[in-house]
């Protein structure tokens, strides 16, 4: 049974910086896609990074060198590290997995953590 398990979500000032952690079990680890999306009161879930089994990363433009996707396959965990944060990237912050063709629509995966909060204040 894939679970996914997020953490490290919190409350921080525009400007600062916040690393989410995704603890993955159930499954092999290093043949999935790992993403992280977000999803903001009465707004879609939109996908923010992702990492292929190859090691190959996309990125939202809205996020593109403020935000690092990367993992740690020996942990078997997903990390995004999030600076200069903006009041607009508050959102509950979830990480999934799947093979997908796709790496930044949400459609694409099955399998989904309980997600983290991440809210920045002006």
């Known amino acids: 049974q894939v679970q996914l398990v997020e953490s490290g979500g919190g409350s921080v000032q525009a400007g600062g910086s916040l690393r989410l952690s995704c603890a993955a079990s159930?499954?092999?680890?290093?043949?999935?896609?790992m993403g992280w999306f977000r999803q903001a009161p009465g707004k879609e879930r939109e996908g923010v990074a992702a990492?292929?089994?190859?090691?190959?990363?996309t990125y939202a433009d809205s996020v593109k060198g403020r935000f690092t996707i990367s993992q740690d396959n020996a942990k078997n965990t997903l990390y995004l590290q999030m600076n200069s944060l903006k009041p607009e990237d508050t959102a509950m912050y979830y990480c999934?997995?799947?093979?997908?063709?796709?790496?930044?629509?949400?459609?694409?995966?099955?399998?989904w953590g309980q997600g983290t909060q991440v809210t920045v204040s002006s």
């Open positions: 990492i292929d089994s190859d090691g190959s990363t």
């Open positions: 999934a997995a799947d093979v997908v063709l796709f790496p930044l629509e949400a459609y694409e995966y099955n399998y």
């Open positions: 159930g499954y092999t680890y290093s043949s999935y896609c």
